[in-house]
């Protein structure tokens, strides 16, 4: 080799070597959030990314997002669970209680948030709302089972005269069962009576509703989880179409079509779960990070869907909602 030319590949070398290093150091720098989801995404998840973002997390700038959909496959969320996991996630969110499960089950180290999750106490993700005490924390779907006392409520004050109410909901959710059994103990308390009607496939509604007008009910209480809330929109046509007054948990249902829902704002829930990140990502521990309850139930009527079926809200609902979507 000339002189001349080694000279220049020194050189050359020389001058690669800040910009190695500078991208060495902006991929140390980068963090690594896993997003794990029993179904498809829904609209809150927005609500995620924009606070993130409000708190200085750029997807693509200085934070990866390794997206998981399982597509309602149980086998295939464990596996992206365990995926997310082997990726060395810096945190993994986890949207809702299956996610959540599949989270926990896969790492007992790794930070997990969960999102918009039932009963976390009651499910073992943390020993405690107030001090979590393990590798999980985040965002709490409500007060737990006894918000069903106040739906039932609802549902007996705008239909006049009602007796039997279907509940539907979807037993292959472990905490789900906690919230029909709290159902039931409300019922009783109201003297209304539940007709039980379970559903945990898209084909399964058909039938559950023709066995609603068979059953005479006079009245739906749709008990919700993942499964249920991405079938939202099927739901509300469904109701409407057997002349069915609804009550759903929370304010997705209304947005695509619902009657009447009673909950927390899952977009609300969505940014917690994006604060939770932050904190973490910034040095804190899940074990010492409280789980948020939702402090506000919106009670939100649809006119349009009341209309169609023939409904009149009375004032005193009207009064106490919270929004009314014409």
């Given at each position: 080799?000339?002189?001349?030319?080694?000279?220049?590949?020194?050189?050359?070398?020389?001058?690669?070597?800040?910009?190695?290093?500078?991208?060495?150091?902006?991929?140390?720098?980068?963090?690594?959030?896993?997003?794990?989801?029993?179904?498809?995404p829904i609209a809150p998840?927005?609500?995620?990314?924009?606070?993130?973002?409000?708190?200085?997390?750029?997807?693509?700038?200085?934070?990866?997002?390794?997206?998981?959909?399982?597509?309602?496959?149980?086998?295939?969320?464990?596996?992206?669970?365990?995926?997310?996991?082997?990726?060395?996630?810096?945190?993994?969110?986890?949207?809702?209680?299956?996610?959540?499960?599949?989270?926990?089950?896969?790492?007992?180290?790794?930070?997990?948030?969960?999102?918009?999750?039932?009963?976390?106490?009651?499910?073992?993700?943390?020993?405690?709302?107030?001090?979590?005490?393990?590798?999980?924390?985040?965002?709490?779907?409500?007060?737990?089972?006894?918000?069903?006392?106040?739906?039932?409520?609802?549902?007996?004050?705008?239909?006049?005269?009602?007796?039997?109410?279907?509940?539907?909901?979807?037993?292959?959710?472990?905490?789900?069962?906690?919230?029909?059994?709290?159902?039931?103990?409300?019922?009783?308390?109201?003297?209304?009576?539940?007709?039980?009607?379970?559903?945990?496939?898209?084909?399964?509604?058909?039938?559950?509703?023709?066995?609603?007008?068979?059953?005479?009910?006079?009245?739906?209480?749709?008990?919700?989880?993942?499964?249920?809330?991405?079938?939202?929109?099927?739901?509300?046509?469904?109701?409407?179409?057997?002349?069915?007054?609804?009550?759903?948990?929370?304010?997705?249902?209304?947005?695509?079509?619902?009657?009447?829902?009673?909950?927390?704002?899952?977009?609300?829930?969505?940014?917690?779960?994006?604060?939770?990140?932050?904190?973490?990502?910034?040095?804190?521990?899940p074990a010492n990070l409280?789980?948020?309850?939702?402090?506000?139930?919106?009670?939100?009527?649809?006119?349009?869907?009341?209309?169609?079926?023939?409904?009149?809200?009375?004032?005193?609902?009207i009064t106490e909602s919270?929004?009314?979507?014409?």
């Open positions: 080799m000339r002189r001349r030319d080694f000279v220049q590949g020194i050189a050359a070398l020389c001058a690669a070597r800040p910009v190695i290093a500078h991208a060495e150091q902006a991929a140390k720098l980068m963090r690594r959030i896993g997003y794990l989801a029993f179904r498809a998840d927005d609500a995620f990314l924009e606070r993130l973002s409000s708190l200085g997390w750029i997807e693509g700038q200085n934070v990866f997002v390794d997206r998981r959909f399982a597509a309602g496959d149980m086998e295939r969320l464990k596996k992206s669970a365990a995926e997310l996991v082997h990726l060395d996630s810096d945190v993994i969110v986890a949207c809702a209680s299956t996610a959540a499960k599949a989270a926990k089950d896969a790492t007992s180290s790794m930070p997990i948030v969960f999102v918009a999750t039932g009963d976390p106490v009651g499910q073992g993700f943390v020993a405690s709302l107030a001090h979590p005490n393990g590798n999980m924390t985040g965002t709490s779907f409500d007060p737990g089972p006894e918000i069903t006392t106040k739906q039932l409520q609802l549902v007996r004050d705008i239909v006049p005269n009602v007796s039997r109410v279907a509940v539907l909901w979807n037993s292959t959710v472990p905490v789900i069962r906690t919230y029909w059994q709290a159902a039931q103990n409300a019922a009783a308390k109201l003297g209304v009576n539940l007709i039980s009607e379970e559903a945990s496939d898209p084909k399964d509604f058909e039938v559950v509703f023709d066995d609603m007008d068979r059953q005479h009910v006079d009245a739906l209480f749709v008990l919700s989880d993942t499964f249920m809330t991405f079938h939202r929109t099927l739901l509300a046509q469904l109701a409407l179409k057997h002349r069915l007054p609804a009550l759903y948990g929370h304010d997705q249902y209304t947005l695509a079509g619902g009657l009447m829902s009673y909950g927390p704002s899952l977009p609300e829930l969505y940014r917690g779960g994006a604060s939770y990140v932050d904190k973490i990502l910034r040095g804190d521990k409280p789980v948020q309850q939702p402090v506000k139930f919106n009670l939100i009527i649809n006119l349009k869907a009341a209309k169609a079926l023939g409904l009149t809200i009375p004032p005193k609902v919270d929004e009314v979507m014409d």
